[in-house]
């Protein structure tokens, strides 16, 4: 048997079907918002990958530190024999834990991107030849089936993205992780933290004006795949501080009044003047905001590492 297996749980027009929804839903509601899904085409991943790598990002580089220092110990404290990632892109940071993993029998790699799925994959299988990768394109925000592998599982969601749900999607979605572990698993989890306004909003509003840029990039991607006539430029890149929910919102402004037509959606869409359209939010947490949501979920905090300043944090909590 071959040690690479790819399963399809989306249907392929699924992407699309859901696109059309997302849109149509978010662009007729008041105030206008766009899911941060749609961000991710090949454009939208590459300035993603840019993104991670500025001055003003720290949270990939956060979180590297802690996977690079505390990889023996979450081995150690999981003793895992299969590792399911969620949302896993590249697979970059997690050759830390895989690479601290000795007894790994499998690993299993879950995103919506078939190209980056396979290309993560056949790095892997050239470092580590017996390790099983069996890859899974879904959408792990819809419920996942998991392949038959050896326990203990850990299931890991990397880089803060738990942080693009809204509260209600984040129980949701974590309840939903908490059906797929049997005693003895643990959920890895990285949550981006709450700190000083200044640097969370540098964060996401860079001065080379590549946030700006991926921002700007769903509006392509709604034009190529709906045919639409967004024009990038009639919009400008906001990002602002939600102190009370504390969370990070980016938008889109429209520069002026203007109409866009979404011809595959049969819909003509009016911005005022200045109007803002939210497009992302990026949740910053606490400790305790961790345990409690963790905790709702019928989940226990057992171990909580941050890097050294205490900017992002890894939280391993078991079922
Ligand atoms: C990939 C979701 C973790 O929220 O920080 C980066 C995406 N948005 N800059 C984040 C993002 C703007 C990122 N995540």
Redesign the pocket.
């Known amino acids: 048997m071959s040690p690479f297996q790819l399963t399809r749980t989306l249907p392929v027009d699924a992407t699309d079907a859901a696109l059309r929804a997302d849109v149509l839903h978010g662009l007729t509601h008041t105030p206008k918002t766009l899911p ?1 899904k749609w ?1 991710y085409d090949a454009r939208g991943s590459a300035l ?1 990958d840019e ?1 991670t790598t500025l001055p003003e ?1 720290y ?1 990939t580089r956060a979180e590297r530190e802690i996977l690079q220092n505390r990889a023996t110990e979450i081995a150690g404290a999981t003793g895992a024999r299969t590792l399911i990632e969620l949302g896993s892109g590249s697979s970059e940071k997690t050759r830390h834990l895989i690479d601290a993993l000795p007894g790994l029998h499998t690993y299993v790699p879950v995103d919506v991107s078939e190209s980056a799925l396979t290309g993560a994959a056949n790095t892997l299988i050239a470092s580590r030849p017996s390790l099983n990768v069996h890859a899974l394109i879904a959408d792990f925000t819809r419920g996942l089936a998991l392949p038959g592998t050896p326990g203990p599982r850990l299931v890991a969601f990397l ?3 738990i ?2 749900l809204l509260p209600a999607e984040r129980s949701a979605f974590l309840a939903s992780v908490r059906t797929l572990l049997s005693p003895g698993d643990a959920l890895l989890l990285g949550t ?1 933290l709450v700190k000083e306004e200044s640097v969370l909003v540098s ?2 509003d860079d001065g080379s004006g590549v ?1 700006a840029s ?2 700007k990039n769903v509006l392509s991607v709604i034009n190529r795949e709906l045919g639409a006539d967004f024009d990038p430029d009639a919009f400008s890149h906001v990002a602002v501080w939600d102190r009370e929910h504390e969370w ?1 919102e ?1 938008r889109l402004r429209s520069l002026a009044a203007q109409t866009v037509k979404i011809p595959a959606l049969d819909l003509a869409v009016d911005f005022d003047r200045h109007e803002e359209m939210r497009t ?1 939010i ?1 949740a910053k947490f606490r400790e305790e905001g961790v345990r409690s949501e963790l905790a709702s979920a019928d989940l226990k905090l057992t171990h909580w590492w941050t890097d050294e300043r205490a900017r992002f944090a890894l939280s391993l909590s078991v079922a």
């Open positions: 941060p961000f993603f993104i990002y949270p880089g803060g993205t942080g693009n981006d964060a996401y946030t991926f921002n990070i980016m992302e990026s």
